[in-house]
């Protein structure tokens, strides 16, 4: 399908030391088909990543940050020296297919209620990682936990081969409407990262706007960006975040499902570690995996407010 060439366009990026990863992102962008965009790169991490890349693309805005604010603040902080009428929010670990962003922005021109918008998102392998079309379902975690990593019954999401109405679209590639991100104020930054796009798109919901799945546009996800040391924080902050979020806008029944369909997930997640560990197929620190697992286990266990102690605080100093 022909499309206009997408104007007035900013894209986002926030980086947190996956140097190589994020050269990918950005090449990908740069080779693609677009006009009239900028690129803005918020740097969390110490690992030069976006210097290096502000020296091989000087067209590319850099900010560096002295510490690791977190996905939503770096995104606030992007958004805030953007000029773009519509805002694509792109995590560094993503590879832009081309002909990928302009049907997004042309599909948010011609539909005035649509104020999120997203794409495909395909995973390594090309598969397709998500089917946005469906509601979110804790039960459909305890059936894919029974499925998928129990039975191995490896299966690729249900695609979804028409545009369609969704809670919310993947955070790793989503277009925003700038007058959207101005009325809500941006991400909400009691969130240091996860869950983000799912508060975002019920907010924009309430106050009248649409999120939407376009099915032919496409983004593969790789998903490799943490690093060793993050998985202290990650692995229990990912929990917790959906919690929290999820809590805000769901039944207490729903949310009590989650708990229990995440715990049978950590529970075979600690299975796994030891046995890759063991078979020395373990990528990345077994320590730190381990103890990720364990404060999860806690935070899933405990109310909120309390689980959110045993979450070790990753804004940390980059000098």
């Not at 399908?1 to 962008?29: D, H, P, Q, W, Y």
């Not at 104020?115 to 090309?126: M, Q, R, S, T």
């Amino acid at each position: 399908m022909l499309v206009n060439k997408a104007t007035s366009l900013s894209i986002v990026v926030v980086s947190f030391n996956c140097k190589e990863l994020l050269m990918g992102t950005i090449r990908s962008v740069i080779e693609g088909d677009l006009d009239d965009y900028e690129i803005i790169v918020v740097e969390n991490g110490n690992d030069g990543g976006a210097e290096y890349v502000s020296r091989l693309f000087p067209m590319v805005k850099v900010v560096m940050n002295d510490k690791n604010t977190g996905f939503a603040a770096a995104n606030n902080k992007g958004f805030q020296l953007s000029t773009g009428d519509y805002v694509l929010l792109l995590n560094p670990d993503t590879i832009v297919l081309p002909n990928t962003i302009n049907p997004l922005v042309e599909f948010m021109k011609r539909n005035k209620k649509c104020g999120i918008c997203g794409p495909k998102i395909l995973n390594a392998a090309g598969f397709h990682a998500t089917n946005p079309c469906s509601a979110l379902r804790p039960s459909k975690m305890i059936s894919d936990l029974l499925l998928k990593r129990l039975l191995r019954l490896r299966k690729e999401a249900a695609k979804a081969e028409e545009s369609c109405r969704s809670d919310f679209v993947h955070g790793s590639c989503m277009l925003i409407r700038r007058a959207v991100y101005d009325s809500l104020g941006g991400l909400d930054e009691r969130l240091f990262m996860y869950c983000e796009e799912f508060e975002f798109s019920n907010r924009a919901s309430a106050a009248g706007w649409e999120t939407w799945y376009v099915s032919d546009a496409e983004v593969i996800h790789l998903g490799e960006g943490a690093s060793d040391e993050s998985l202290r924080w990650a692995i229990p902050l990912r929990w917790h975040s959906a919690l929290a979020v999820y809590g805000r806008y769901r039944s207490t029944g729903w949310v009590l499902t989650l708990r229990v369909a995440a715990i049978l997930n950590l529970i075979v997640d600690f299975v796994s570690t030891v046995v890759s560990s063991v078979t020395g197929k373990l990528r990345g620190s077994f320590s730190k995996r381990m103890e990720g697992l364990g404060r999860a286990l806690l935070t899933l266990l405990l109310p909120v407010a309390v689980g959110a102690k045993f979450i070790p605080n990753p804004q940390q100093n980059l000098d």
